[in-house]
């Protein structure tokens, strides 16, 4: 281990020195660029030539960009930065990336001590904040565009040509504790800061996860354990308006929709998931089974008791009954009691409501037969892994613009395109 930190320490410099001479070069070769204004498009003209640096990962780096203006448009550029993608006085490139990564899984003082650990970089936790939040805004404007471009019916969607018979769609929901701020807290002298003002009722938003699978790659890893060979997941912060537009924009890039394709939605039987699915034609809609029986452990347990072995039976039979598709005679069965008490009777008629106004949701035999699954336990177990697992920790509380953000970081690496973020220019942020 030593060996190796020597070895290391002894090649940084000269990392830094060839990355250096290799920056020199791009600068010595686009030195005769003259870049156009992007409002008038005309040639902009020479201003000046100051010296930059910027953090990489084995030091600083500079370089002697020319400034271009446009005065009539008040326009300027460095082309030799755009080239370089690089932001004077900040952490750019592969640095950036990593620390966007670390601040993606874990909370910013953790991710900065990992970065003292894995990549022996220095950094506070407020500067992998920064990080995150220039990278974080990138990958959330990239998603945006892809859902605002598919949301316009002219646009080219992927070929539907190998769009499969049945795609399976959910989504979930939950509530992030949110930080309400008139101002932004400033360290006086060397006071600590102030500390936060507790939650205060409503400050909350809902953030929801929508999860794209087909049916046929759900594999039984072992006995009524399933896991999906590829699944794909889209985040947001609030209206359920635009989780389905998410969701919509990433089945039509994936071509998964064609004419017809079934699309599969399961649901916690919540209402704004059901107004929303007749955006798709060819539908088959699937009350989550535990949730089905859920209800029916309620009245159980008013009934029979919690814990007793005659709740245990009724329940079980209503989900054998449930399993083999017979809902109507679980329906009719229900109607026949006659509870003695008035809270049971209450009971008794919401079970009944509940199932009948979800009986076309719950042809649970059919379902099977068709390999559709009768669970949304995919879409609950992506959606903690999006959000519970980084943004709902003890204490967490967010800006919208830090979670829409750090969401949009973790998708990226959930679905498995962190490499799309080489691609991405920072989002510099005043
Ligand atoms: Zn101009």
Known sequence: MQLEREVEQEYRPRMLASLQSKVDQVAAESRALVPVCPCCGRPMVYHDTRRVSWQAHWGHLQAFPSRYRCSPCKQQRRPLLELLGVEPGRICGSLARRLGLLAAVAPYELAARLAQLFLGVTISAMGVWRVAQRLGQAAASYSDALSQYHADSRSVGASVED??????????????????????????????????????????????????????ERVETSPGRRSVVRRFLVTCLGEADEIFRRLYAQVRELGWVGPH???????????????????FVHRCEILDFWHALEHAWAFAHLRYGEDTAQADRWVHRIAEDLRTGKVQAVIAGLKRLRPKTGELRESLQSLISYYSENAERMRYDEYLRLGYGIGSGAVESAHKQVVHARLRQAGMRWSEAGARRLLALRLLLLNGDWALLDRLRMVSLA
């Open 163 to 216: 769009a499969p018979p049945a795609v399976i769609l959910g989504v979930d929901g939950c509530t992030l504790g949110m930080q309400i701020r008139s101002h932004r807290r400033r360290r006086v002298g060397t006071e600590p800061l102030p500390a936060l003002p507790p939650i205060e009722q409503g400050h909350f938003r809902e953030v929801k996860t929508g999860v794209v699978l087909l049916p046929s």
């Open 261 to 279: 394709t079934v699309v599969v939605i399961v649901g916690d039987g919540a209402e704004w998931i059901w107004k929303r699915t007749p955006m």
